[in-house]
């Protein structure tokens, strides 16, 4: 993936023109030069920084005064004299409120996983707590953070109801095909193409987004629907025909594969749209989808059949024991 992440905190000075006084610019700097130090930063952005470039230049650019300035009456001055010779709308009205009790600071990361973003703001919540004053305790904001709490709201929520909806849905065709191992049975076919289609995303992008947690509600609606018709044509030959297995699922296939396989060809280009979209959430859910009902048309075709028959088979057996 590419692009950049950007995080952005707000930091207290406790009191009004308080962001001047050394010991918050000490304490900014030093917050900087912790992010600078983690993984997947590029970059930090703080008022500490800009306050040290003054008081360098202001001291005939030797390094040695690289630093924040030692008072706070000189740190006014030299940000009153910065923002006087600045052109109109280039002030610093974009890292400074207006009382100057809070700068922002402002990490770039290179594009990263949710969960990593999540772990960045942990870790510096949990240093500015260990080594900050109270004031300048800070949460994250910023898009990208955003959406990595959203993502993983939205993936836990995600697993709990489809938790939730593979058991009515087989509690649903247990009543409707009249049989508890027909219903139990369909679950296998349900569930297994979202997992095989999470898996190969993991491998090739390695994260699940906002976009791609809601596949597997998609995919499961289309897999319920081409196993819930082969199911139905399968028992209808096993009852009423009185075939065997491998003659049912010969007949399934003679009845309704083409119409499972035209409606999962339709409904694969429909979403295979989307990956052609320049917008990375809708690009993703398509591509996703598009995996899901593919595997979704394997798994019925090519794992259904054989677990029917085997299923089949393995109860068929005891009763021809007791002939």
């Known amino acids: 993936m590419t692009g950049l992440d950007i995080v952005e905190y707000s930091i207290n000075s406790g009191n009004s023109g308080g962001i001047t006084t050394p010991e918050y610019l000490r304490n900014l700097d030093k917050l900087g030069k912790w992010f600078e130090q983690q993984a997947d930063v590029m970059s930090v952005a703080t008022f500490a920084d800009i306050m040290k470039r003054l008081n360098q230049k202001m001291n005939g650019d030797d390094p040695a005064y690289y630093l924040p300035p030692d008072s706070a009456e000189l740190a ?47 870790r510096a919540r949990e240093w500015m707590q260990q080594n900050l004053p109270a004031d300048m305790y800070s949460y994250g904001s910023g898009l990208s953070v955003m959406f990595a709490h959203i993502s993983k709201r939205n993936i836990d929520t ?27 049975l369909s679950l296998v076919p349900n569930l297994f193409p979202a997992i095989l289609a999470f898996g190969l995303w993991g491998y090739l992008q390695g994260q699940v987004g906002l976009a791609v947690a809601v596949v597997a ?12 018709h082969f199911l139905t044509k399968y028992l209808l030959a096993r009852k009423e025909k009185n075939m065997d297995p491998e003659q049912a699922v010969k ?39 598009v995996i899901a009902i593919v595997f979704a048309l394997l ?19 005891p009763a021809d024991k007791k002939e």
């Not at 006014?76 to 700068?103: C, F, H, V, W």
């Not at 509600?217 to 819930?228: H, K, Q, R």
């Not at 028959?309 to 109860?315: F, S, V």
């Open 251 to 289: 007949y399934s296939f003679n009845t309704v594969g083409a119409a499972i396989v035209i409606t999962s060809v339709a409904l694969a280009a429909g979403f295979a749209v989307l990956a052609f979209s320049g917008f990375y959430v809708n690009f993703s859910m398509g591509v996703l989808t």
């Open 299 to 317: 798994t019925d075709f090519l794992f259904l059949p054989p677990l029917l028959i085997a299923a089949d088979r393995a109860a068929d057996r």
């Open 217 to 228: 509600a998609i995919s499961i609606g289309v897999v319920v629907d081409d196993t819930v």
């Open 158 to 184: 995600m697993l709990t109801g489809l938790s939730a909806a593979l058991v009515l849905i087989s509690m649903i065709l247990i009543f409707a095909l009249g049989s508890v191992k027909y219903g139990l």
């Open 76 to 122: 006014a001055q030299y940000l009153l004299l910065y923002e006087m010779s600045l052109p109109y709308g280039l002030d610093l009205n974009n890292r400074i409120d207006i009382d100057k009790s809070k700068t922002r600071l402002t990490v770039i990361m290179k594009r990263t996983s949710a969960k990593k973003l999540r772990q960045l703001d942990e």
